[in-house]
């Protein structure tokens, strides 16, 4: 099976360009996340949704910041403008949420998109 | 926010030693999670520990939950160098279901021939 696929690997731009990173969780799952990863603050959630709805955006940074996710197959997280402080590695994760709930969640991540404004 | 600090922070020693890292909060956790990245690559799960006390045991790697549920220890024996890499303990940021991770920032462990 694949697992989650992101698009660019790596990307190199411009301060003030627009950004758009995309994401395809594994088939079934029905929660995606997006972190962010540096040396100075390690791993940070974003934003996360569950079944398509955003549910906790308190991560993302400021409002050049976007995320969103038109079906269950597909999401993309935009940067506009970008800055040089974006850059980063940023990941999108999956996982499956049982309708009963549970106690953790198993997130299945991606490669990670390496995000260099200059 | 819930906070999760590892240490240490680097750990280099010689392929066949012992190992212990931890991850500590002041906070309590439902589960806590263990994850390896390696370079250019995503985090991979290890394993979650979900009770008080709890010990699980995945070859030479041994995972302890606290018995008070703020605290984890991963602990190594006959290091090789295929453990080296970035070690992450992980938490749900509240009640855990849907909930996105709260990760502690890590120990760069390497492991030398």
């Known amino acids: 099976d694949a697992g989650v696929i992101q698009s660019p690997r790596h990307e190199v731009t411009e301060m003030g360009q627009e950004v758009t990173l995309r994401c395809k969780p594994i088939s079934g799952h029905n929660s995606l996340f997006w972190y962010r990863q540096t040396m100075m603050r390690g791993l940070e959630l974003l934003i996360y949704?569950?079944?398509?709805?955003?549910?906790?955006d308190s991560g993302m940074p400021e409002d050049r910041f976007s995320a969103k996710m038109p079906n269950a197959s597909f999401s993309t997280l935009k940067i506009q403008p970008s800055e040089p402080r974006d850059s980063a590695v940023y990941f999108c994760a999956s996982s499956l949420v049982s309708l009963a709930g549970g106690l953790y969640n198993e997130q299945f991540f991606g490669p990670g998109t390496r995000l260099t404004v200059l | 926010t819930q906070l999760l600090e590892q240490s240490p922070q680097f750990l280099s020693i010689q392929e066949g030693e012992n190992l212990t890292v931890y991850c500590n909060s002041s906070?309590?956790?439902?589960?806590l999670q263990w994850y390896r990245q390696e370079p250019g690559e995503g985090p991979v799960l290890l394993v979650t520990?979900?009770?008080?006390?709890e010990v699980k045991k995945l070859k030479r790697l041994t995972f302890q939950f606290g018995d008070a549920r703020k605290d984890s220890s991963l602990h190594i024996t006959a290091a090789q160098t295929g453990d080296t890499g970035l070690y992450l303990c992980a938490g749900p940021y509240s009640g855990g279901g849907a909930d996105g991770l709260t990760f502690g920032k890590g120990t760069h462990l390497i492991i030398q021939p």
């Open positions: 520990v979900v009770t008080g006390g």
């Open positions: 906070s309590v956790f439902s589960s």
């Open positions: 949704f569950n079944n398509n709805v955003p549910i906790d």
